[in-house]
């Protein structure tokens, strides 16, 4: 079963519209480690941000910002007002304190974002 | 950003020949990984390495090997390509692992077609 679920495939908007980005995940630990991640069309992968499992604290960083709820085991991420730059595949990756899992990101199959002018 | 560089960037090779990519690390991060990235799948850990000599499997590590001597570089190697090992790969430093809250930084990518 998949820990990390991205539903959203594809997502085109229009210059300036407001998009968020869904992002579910499965743990049983209680601590763990969220993850966003930026592939922009030349391919490398940009770190976002890192939320851990104890603040539940919204986060916003100009026009990115990320909701976080554990009642409903999610990790959205908004981008206001977005930009053709904004272009890209964000993917979602979760990592659990658990000693057996913790060598790793377990990540989302990414949301490909295509910002139209 | 994180001072990663992987070489090369793009390589073309024939089945059967093997491959080694190299992945070095200027930020003297103690924690060192591999993955290769593929459409439908997303990322998938091939090796890590959680020190010089130290390194350990991970869910697609078949047909792969690795090597680390020194803290700065962390060596992928195709022992015989595959048209199947055809693929992206990623090589990413953390200062601690995942678990523990270790964020991932990620060098620029190789691409690689084994044809």
């Known amino acids: 079963a998949q820990k990390v679920t991205q539903a959203q495939t594809e997502i085109s908007v229009v210059e300036k519209e407001d998009v968020t980005l869904d992002c579910v995940y499965e743990t049983r630990d209680t601590t763990y480690y969220l993850f966003w991640y930026k592939q922009p069309p030349s391919g490398e992968l940009v770190f976002l941000i890192r939320r851990n499992s104890f603040d539940e604290q919204n986060e916003i960083s100009g026009r990115y910002s990320w909701n976080f709820q554990k009642s409903t085991s999610s990790f959205n991420f908004t981008i206001t007002a977005s930009q053709v730059v904004d272009s890209a595949v964000y993917f979602c990756?979760?990592?659990?304190?658990?000693?057996?899992?913790?060598?790793?990101?377990?990540w989302g199959l990414g949301t490909s974002l295509a910002v139209n002018p | 950003d994180a001072g990663i560089t992987q070489s090369p960037r793009h390589k073309v090779t024939e089945t059967g020949t093997p491959v080694t990519l190299r992945c070095h690390q200027t930020e003297n991060h103690r924690y060192m990984y591999w993955y290769r990235q593929d459409p439908g799948h997303g990322l998938r850990l091939i090796h890590y390495?959680?020190?010089?000599?130290?390194?350990d499997k991970g869910e697609v590590s078949d047909g792969y090997s690795v090597s680390r001597s020194k803290t700065e570089d962390f060596l992928l190697t195709l022992e015989s390509a595959t048209s199947s090992q055809t693929s992206v790969y990623f090589c990413a430093i953390s200062e601690s692992l995942a678990g523990g809250g270790g964020t991932q930084y990620f060098g620029p990518g190789t691409r690689l077609t084994v044809l």
């Open positions: 990756a979760l990592s659990e304190a658990d000693a057996g899992n913790n060598r790793k990101l377990i």
């Open positions: 390495s959680y020190g010089v000599k130290d390194t």
